[in-house]
């Protein structure tokens, strides 16, 4: 199944063993959301505003749309074998075009249609490549291709109504009826693409490898944890501009925040998490895959990038040379940050009860106070909000090591016991290459 067989000069598609991980040409194809996150982050803290920001919502949801088609093929396929890396750099560079088109798929509606019609064209390229792959993956497979065929609806009418939002437009005199119908027309892709996931259901799919599911979507968030910190610095325009000590200190409270998100995500949850998915099976695994981390890492992603720009106004105020420290931020930069927080760890409470059905009265409490805190922060100095979002993270990191210890040890006790077993099995395997006789060395007579 997992075999490695030779065929033309790059190799055949290889398919998933059910203990595959995720291997490095999946890292570097990330790196073009790595671009993508930080062009929505750029582009939604330039104007913030209510539209603005339905803008980034609907644009980060096709994105990760495609997300979700890639993570399918990659159940299928090693992505970083034989002939796909080709298909697959294809796939990169129309992503990247994607992601550089996005700012301007908004734009004036009476304007030029080149970048909205640049949007619609790399992602029908993506898409394509997508379904080309997978569909050859599994040609031998009448049971996967009929399911496969079941998404050709969604991708049609996801295209037609991109295309659609780039040339109509333009064709209707009033600006603002414009706008709403080029708003309509995403918000109906974006009902159509997450309705398509219930509606074609579970039957005829599968999750080879549990662990490789996990891991790639723990990546993505982990990148788009990246964004926030890289947030902290450009985009609070840390460079360039003489290091105060009000700076650096709100620096290191942006990136104490993240490591608590970080932390409040994979300490426990996370790789609880994975063993659930593990010990799914059938018909439970997909639909938990699917709830879990295709559908609920979404909002997660968006809270980050809402607490990324919350933090970035609030960064711009305290190294703004006329600003002070005793100035307070104005604005939606307060409740952005905290709105952020607060959408993060409700999200991933949501996560923890449709994976390990339990739910933890420390997530409840963190919300509670989060949303409290709010109106707090508005009226406090720029460095006293960002004070107070991160003693109410590290309070939560650290009651639940106290509270928690019993579990957290368990759990990473059979971790430690898996990874110890897994690497001794792949030690005794590579010993094998001890006794290996060089056979092209070079001889002397």
């Known amino acids: 199944m997992g075999g490695y067989r030779r065929g033309g000069q790059l190799g055949p598609a290889i398919p998933i063993a059910p203990g595959a991980r995720v291997d490095k040409f999946e890292v570097f194809f990330d790196l073009v959301f790595v671009f993508s996150f930080f062009i929505i982050t750029r582009a939604t803290a330039a104007n913030i505003s209510g539209r603005q920001l339905l803008h980034a919502g609907l644009v980060l949801a096709v994105l990760w749309w495609i997300w979700v088609v890639h993570s399918l093929v990659a159940t299928r396929v090693r992505l970083g074998e034989g002939y796909v890396p080709v298909l697959m750099v294809i796939a990169m560079v129309a992503l990247f075009v994607f992601a550089l088109a996005l700012p301007q798929a908004f734009s004036d509606p009476k304007g030029s249609a080149g970048g909205p019609m640049l949007v619609a064209i790399s992602y029908v390229v ?20 009929r399911q496969l065929w079941r998404f050709a609806p969604e ?3 996801s295209i037609v109504l991109l295309l659609a939002a ?11 009826q414009a706008a709403m119908v080029r708003d309509g027309l995403w918000i109906t892709v974006v009902l159509v693409q997450y309705a398509t996931g219930f509606i074609v259901g579970t039957w005829g799919w599968g999750v080879t490898s549990a662990e490789h599911w996990t891991e790639r979507y723990d990546l993505i968030l982990i990148i788009a944890l990246g964004e926030s910190i890289i947030s902290t610095g450009v985009g609070g325009n840390l460079l360039g501009k003489p290091v105060t000590w009000p700076a650096a200190a709100a620096a290191a409270l942006g990136i104490v925040v993240t490591a608590a998100l970080w932390w409040a995500h994979f300490d426990f949850v996370g790789p609880a998490a994975r063993i ?7 018909g439970p695994r997909v639909a938990m895959a699917r709830d879990a981390y295709a559908y609920l890492y979404l909002p997660m992603i968006a809270g980050v990038i809402l607490f990324s720009i919350g933090n970035e106004e609030v960064l711009h105020k305290i190294t703004d040379p006329a600003g002070g420290l005793s100035e307070k931020v104005d604005g939606p930069g307060v409740p952005m940050l905290f709105g952020g927080l607060i959408c993060y760890f409700a999200v991933n409470l949501l996560f923890q009860l449709r994976t390990l059905h339990t ?11 989060l949303t409290a805190a709010l109106p707090v922060g508005q009226h406090l100095p720029a460095l006293g909000t960002l004070t107070l979002a991160t003693v109410i ?13 019993q579990s957290r040890h368990a759990l990473r006790a059979a971790v ?5 077993t ?3 099995h792949e030690a005794e395997w590579r010993a094998r290459w001890h006794d290996v006789r060089e056979t092209d060395e070079p001889t002397t007579s």
């Open 126 to 145: 993506v898409r394509a490549v997508h379904m080309i792959l997978y569909q050859h993956v599994v040609r031998d497979s009448p049971q996967e291709r």
């Open 155 to 157: 991708l049609a009418v």
């Open 166 to 176: 780039a040339l109509i437009p333009a064709q209707i005199t009033d600006p603002d």
């Open 276 to 282: 659930a998915l593990h010990a799914a099976e059938g």
């Open 359 to 369: 739910v933890t009265w420390t997530r409840i409490g963190v919300i509670v106070v």
């Open 393 to 405: 993270c590290v309070a939560l990191v650290a009651v639940e090591v106290v509270l928690m210890s």
């Open 416 to 420: 430690f016991q898996e990874r110890t």
């Open 422 to 424: 897994h690497e001794a």
